[in-house]
Every structure is written in structure tokens, then in C-alpha cells.
């Protein structure tokens, strides 16, 4: 068996092709959203300029208190609520987390007395050495998984590669297909030579019109039938036809 | 206004429109090949160098035209290839390639084929006699009860519909209405 066919391991295979998959779609959702929100934004901008344009009262200025529609049900004010709560809260979960709170404090007084006390030396080694273990081992688990991330993202793009050339090599083999696709061109340029040979023979008669009407000459509605020699042989050698249409 | 549907134009004669078109596919087509044989033979001139090779063709007259080609002698060559393009396809298959894509045929005025000696008077003769006239003998098209121009009345051809012709009619019939109103005066 081949080096690398015993190496394969399906479920670590399964597992970067999961969570590849759930990056790049991530970073494509994030692209997207923000290019939306910037739209969005965009467009409220305008609708706003839009609005105080049209506006007969005063404005209020910006800082004034929002206030609510007039015709709000119930249930709207309550829906709005759930939902203002929502976006509230994640923002202070936010906001908590990045300036520290009481409880921040005081758990980092409680550290420090720890740290300086002599008495507590010994005990403070063995938690060096426990923290150092910790330490080199999340290292470990960092170094490993930019590894795995970076394995991932390929592995999903080969995937995504090869499943789309498969698909069109997979297409492509079908002989009804090309001959589908090869008709189809095939008859769009028939379709094209046909087009213009109309248009020509409209502006033929449209240009002869035009010139009879300027020099005064009796318009006329028919061309003089060619002689039937002329005739025959132009039947006889008729071009190839776009359509298959018989006189 | 209305038009009627019409029957099949296959061998009638052939209007100014599609004529022209046509001369402009065949003027494409005549530059592009000249063109590109022209930059050959210049490309293989710059190599051999033939006064160099041959010193001894020095002596002879005409060498200094062989090796250092003129205006003149390019003008001379693409005349030369523009009669040898129109007279070979209209004497050997009775249109040039830009007639063939708008689907139109020489003929002779009694339906025969156009042999190489009318083929070589209507461009030699009826073309510039065609041009020399302010052009109006191309445009003698617009107005002939035969849509002949004056080349095909001095070779004695018809230009004709090789393919079952057929206007397009919503234009067709949008002009005509716009051209039958009255202007204002």
C-alpha cells in the first residue's frame, strides 16, 4: 500500500473538509454582510436626505429622543422591545468584556497578594511549573491548528476545485450534450447570417422607396420578374439555407 | 400601412443594400490577406537580403525594384490581387465570399454562368467606368427597374438573391409607415 494511503485518515479528512468548509464560508458571509450593511447603510442615508428634503416642520437634531409611530399597535411595541433588548444586550456583553468590573478587580488583588507574599513561595513554584505545562501545551494546540487551518482551507479548495472540473468533464463527455451545445452554436450562427441577410433585403427595398420618393418616380410595390432563365438557375444553385424553409 | 406577407425574393434581383454589404466584406477580407502577404514577403525580403546573396544581379537593371520594392510596385501587386480575387471567384463559383455570406449570385442576363473574360471586362471596364462617374454608377442601383448597376449593364449580368429572400417586415413596415407620412412644409 502507498505512503500516502496509509496516511489517509477519513475522519481527520472529514473533520478539515468540515471546518475549511465553515471558514471560508464564514469569510465570504462577513465580505457579503459587510458590503450589504455599507448598501444599507447607504440607502438609508439617502432616504433620510430624501425625507428632510420633503419636510415641512423643523427637525429635530440628532440626540433627541426616538420617537415612536404613531399608529403602533400593541404588539408591535412589544416586538420592537424583545428586539431593542436584543441588540442592547449584546452590545454591554460586549462592552463587559473589554473593561474590566469589580469582580475583574478584585480577583486581581487577590493575585497580586498571593504573588508577593514570601509564606506562599513553595506553593507559588509548583503553580510556575503547572502554568508552564499549561503554557507549552496550548502552545502546542496554537501551533497545530494554524497548521490544520491552513490544511483545511486547501483541502476545501481542492475539493471545490476538482468537483466543479469533474462536473464539466462529466458533461462535456456526453455526446448528447456536445451535440447539443454544438448544434446550438451551429444554429445561432445560422441565425445571425439569416438576420442580417433580412435586414439587407429590407433596406434594399426601404432605400429604393426612399430614392423613388425623392426623384418623383412611381413608387413600386413589386420587383419586375427576372427572366426565367435567371430564375431556374438560381434555384438550381440556392445556397445552403439557415432554415430549412422551401419556397 | 400593412404589407402583405411576401412570397420568396429567390432569384430576384438583388438591391443596393445587400450589394453593398457585401463589397465591404469582400474590402475586409481583400485587406486582411493582402496585408498579411505583404508582411510575409517583407519578413522574407529583410532575411535573404538577395543583393547581398547575388552580387551579380547588381548588373542587371530591375534588381534595385526586386530588392527594394516600391510604392508603386506594392500598388501595382494589390491591383493585381484585387482583379485576381474578384475575376477567379466570380468566374469559378459566380460570387465573391462577401456575396456568399449576403446569400447573392452573378449571373449573365440569360441565366448562365459569367465566364473569366466578362468576369475581367465588368472590373476592369465597368468598375471604373462605375467609379469615374462620381460613383453614380454604383448607386444606378437604386434607381434601374433591374437594380443593375452600370458594370452589370455593360457586362450583361444580373445581380440576383441566391437564398429565399424574405424582408424583415416589422422593420420594413416601420419605415414605410414613417416614409408614406406627409411632411410638413
Do not use: C
Amino acid at each position: 500500500m502507498p505512503q500516502q494511503d496509509k496516511d489517509f485518515q477519513p475522519l481527520r479528512s472529514l473533520t478539515r473538509l468540515a471546518f475549511g468548509g465553515l471558514l471560508m464560508a464564514q469569510e465570504e458571509l462577513n465580505h457579503h454582510m459587510r458590503r450589504w450593511e455599507q448598501e444599507a447603510s447607504r440607502q438609508r442615508t439617502e432616504q433620510r436626505q430624501r425625507t428632510l428634503a420633503h419636510a415641512d416642520t423643523d427637525d429635530e437634531g440628532e440626540g433627541a429622543p426616538p420617537m415612536l409611530p404613531v399608529a403602533d399597535t400593541p404588539a408591535e411595541q412589544a416586538r420592537y422591545a424583545l428586539v431593542g433588548l436584543l441588540f442592547e444586550t449584546q452590545d454591554r456583553v460586549t462592552q463587559a468584556r473589554r473593561t474590566p468590573g469589580p469582580l475583574d478587580r478584585a480577583a486581581a488583588s487577590l493575585l497580586h497578594a498571593v504573588d508577593t507574599n514570601p509564606a506562599l513561595e513553595p506553593l507559588r513554584r509548583q503553580m510556575d511549573t503547572l502554568v508552564s505545562r499549561g503554557e507549552a501545551e496550548v502552545n502546542r494546540w496554537i501551533e497545530r491548528g494554524r497548521s490544520e487551518e491552513m490544511h483545511s482551507r486547501q483541502f476545501v479548495d481542492t475539493a471545490l476545485q476538482r468537483s466543479f472540473e469533474s462536473s464539466i468533464h462529466g458533461v462535456v463527455q456526453h455526446a448528447e450534450v456536445r451535440e447539443m451545445i454544438h448544434e446550438q452554436g451551429a444554429g445561432l450562427a445560422d441565425e445571425l447570417v439569416e438576420e442580417v441577410r433580412e435586414h439587407a433585403v429590407s433596406t434594399d427595398d426601404y432605400l429604393e422607396r426612399l430614392v423613388r420618393k425623392y426623384l418623383k418616380r412611381t413608387p413600386r410595390e413589386e420587383l419586375p420578374e427576372p427572366p426565367e432563365a435567371v430564375r431556374r438557375r438560381a434555384m438550381h444553385i440556392r445556397l445552403p439555407e439557415a432554415s430549412q424553409q422551401d419556397i | 400601412m400593412t404589407l402583405e406577407k411576401t412570397h420568396s425574393l429567390l432569384g430576384h434581383y438583388a438591391g443596393f443594400a445587400s450589394r453593398f454589404l457585401a463589397l465591404l466584406i469582400d474590402a475586409v477580407i481583400l485587406t486582411a490577406v493582402f496585408g498579411a502577404l505583404a508582411w510575409t514577403i517583407s519578413g522574407i525580403q529583410s532575411l535573404v537580403e538577395l543583393a547581398t546573396l547575388l552580387p551579380w544581379l547588381e548588373r542587371l537593371p530591375f534588381l534595385d525594384v526586386i530588392a527594394n520594392p516600391t510604392p508603386l510596385i506594392w500598388s501595382a501587386a494589390s491591383t493585381a490581387f484585387f482583379v485576381f480575387y474578384h475575376v477567379f471567384f466570380i468566374a469559378f463559383t459566380g460570387r465573391t465570399p462577401g456575396k456568399a455570406f449576403m446569400g447573392l449570385r452573378i449571373l449573365t442576363t440569360d441565366g448562365g454562368r459569367v465566364s473569366v473574360l466578362r468576369a475581367t471586362l465588368r472590373l476592369l471596364i465597368g468598375y471604373p467606368v462605375s467609379f469615374l462617374l462620381l460613383g453614380l454608377g454604383f448607386l444606378w442601383v437604386l434607381v434601374d427597374d433591374y437594380r443593375q448597376a452600370l458594370h452589370d449593364k455593360l457586362a450583361g449580368t444580373y445581380v440576383v438573391y441566391a437564398w429565399a429572400a424574405r424582408p424583415d417586415e416589422e422593420f420594413l413596415v416601420r419605415e414605410l409607415t414613417r416614409l408614406a407620412k406627409p411632411t410638413r412644409k
